[in-house]
Structures are given as C-alpha cells and as structure tokens.
C-alpha cells in the first residue's frame, strides 16, 4: 500500500470512536455506584401520563418497521426483538432508555433520540405496539434441555416475568413469552454480564449464579411459553 493511502486508512479508523462518542450519550446506569433501578426521569413520568393513541403511534411506528417489520415481529437472526404484545410501560420504558443512553443501542438511537421522534410520539407507538397479536412463528432454541429451563424459570424468574411468561405492566416487567430465542438468549446473557446497562440489580444478582448453559435452557423454555394476548 502507498503512504497516503496507509495514512488515509488510519485517519479513518482513528475517527470512528469519536463519532461514536458524539451520536449516543451514554447515561449512568448499573456499573455506576448508588444505581437505583427505573429512577423516575422527567420524560418517563411525561410519557407514562399521556393516554397513548394506535392511530397516531401506527403512522410514528413507520421508521421502525425496517428493523421490527411492519407487524413488529422483529427479526431473530438480526437480533431485533418482536414487539408485538408487549406491555405498553415496559415499551415505553425501554424507549426512553434508550433515547437517554440508559441502556446502550447504538443501530436504534438515531431513530429514538429527540430529533428523530417527538416525546408525545412514543406513547402512540407504545399503544400500537401493544395492541398488535403476539406472533406465534417465534425463533425458538434447540430443545435439548427444557425441563432444566423449566426448574430455572420456575424457581428464579417466574416471580417476576409471572409463570405463564406474562410479565407485569404494573412493575415494568416485560412479556418474555414467545419472544425469539436468540434475543433472549442475547440478552440474558447482557444482563448476567452487566452490559445491559438499565436492569434490575435483583434479576442481575440471580443471573450472575448461571453458567452460560443454564441461560441457553432458559432461554429456550421462555420462547416456547405460548404467546399471552394482552
Ligand atoms: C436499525 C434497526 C432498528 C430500528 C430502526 C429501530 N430499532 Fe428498536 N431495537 C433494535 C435492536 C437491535 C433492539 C435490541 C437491542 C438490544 O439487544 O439491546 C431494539 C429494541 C427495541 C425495544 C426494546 C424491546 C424489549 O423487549 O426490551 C423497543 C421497545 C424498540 N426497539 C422500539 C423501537 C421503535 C419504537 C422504533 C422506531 C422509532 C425502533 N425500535 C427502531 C433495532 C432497531
Ligand atoms: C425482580 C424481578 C425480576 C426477576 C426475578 C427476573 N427478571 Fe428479568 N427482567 C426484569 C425487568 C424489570 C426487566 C426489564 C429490565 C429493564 O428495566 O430494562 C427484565 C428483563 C428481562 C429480559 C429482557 C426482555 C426483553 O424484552 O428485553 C430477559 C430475557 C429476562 N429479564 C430474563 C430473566 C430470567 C431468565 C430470569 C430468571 C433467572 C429473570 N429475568 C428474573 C425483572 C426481573
């Protein structure tokens, strides 16, 4: 390679952390000291008191359906989550996370941050969203290990995330029946390892006992939980 190209390239690579750095604030969040799980923000408590309207969030939802489809069915070999049926806090949580650097998303929070999407937009999306079908060709694990998943779940996660895998919209616990198998391995694994930056310490401190077996057969018994209708 020719010196200017070599230094063209280096130049290059050399600025890529730095954009990174400027196009998503990262707020405190788990690996921080005195973290305190779903701290009430000014723009959560605003978002959660507006009554959100699926007309509206249909037409705001527009910019997210290349990445979670048009029926929010999401894409499992992407790893885009589905969104359909889920609980309309646990959505607008997990937004407003997002836009404000509370959990870490670089490929969604040009879509999320305030430019992209007013604040009186994200309960209208929240209302639609959750008023769509959970699907039921979900990406499901290897079901080699389900009974094990089954005494997990039963015994460490069911108390929150309900037995059923109908989570909780009253304590922003999220839906995780039917969700595709490689998300929630993926994220469960983020979770144990603190990457996922917004989660429950109580949740984290249970993972933290499991090897990374035990997550995939939990995960697999959670994606073949039938789908909870809201
Ligand atoms: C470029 C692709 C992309 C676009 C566009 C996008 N998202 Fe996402 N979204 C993702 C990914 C990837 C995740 C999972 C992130 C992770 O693994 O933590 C996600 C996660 C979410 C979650 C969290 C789901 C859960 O169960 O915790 C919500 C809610 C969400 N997106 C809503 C939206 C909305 C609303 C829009 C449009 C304003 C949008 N997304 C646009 C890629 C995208
Ligand atoms: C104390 C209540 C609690 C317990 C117990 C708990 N969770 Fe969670 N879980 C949560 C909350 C709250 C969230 C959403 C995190 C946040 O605030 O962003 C979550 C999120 C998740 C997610 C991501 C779902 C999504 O849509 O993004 C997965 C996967 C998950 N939990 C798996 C588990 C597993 C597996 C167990 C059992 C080992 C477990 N959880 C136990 C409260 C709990």
Known sequence: MKPTLIFLALATLASLPALAATTEHRAAGIESKGYKWN????????????????EKGKIAYESCRGCHKADASGRPDAGYPQLAGQHVTVLIKQMIDVRTGHRDNPRMHPFIEADAIPIKDIPDVAAFL????VPTTNHKGEGKDLEHGKQLYDKDCANCHGEAGEGNSKDFYPKVAAQHYPYLYRETMDIRDGIRRNANPK???????YSDEDIAAVGDYMSRLAPVQN
């Open 39 to 54: 701290k009430p923000s000014k723009e959560l408590t605003k978002a959660l008191k507006q009554k959100g309207d699926p």
């Open 130 to 133: 959750s008023s769509l079908p």
């Open 203 to 209: 949740m984290v401190k249970l993972l933290k006992k």
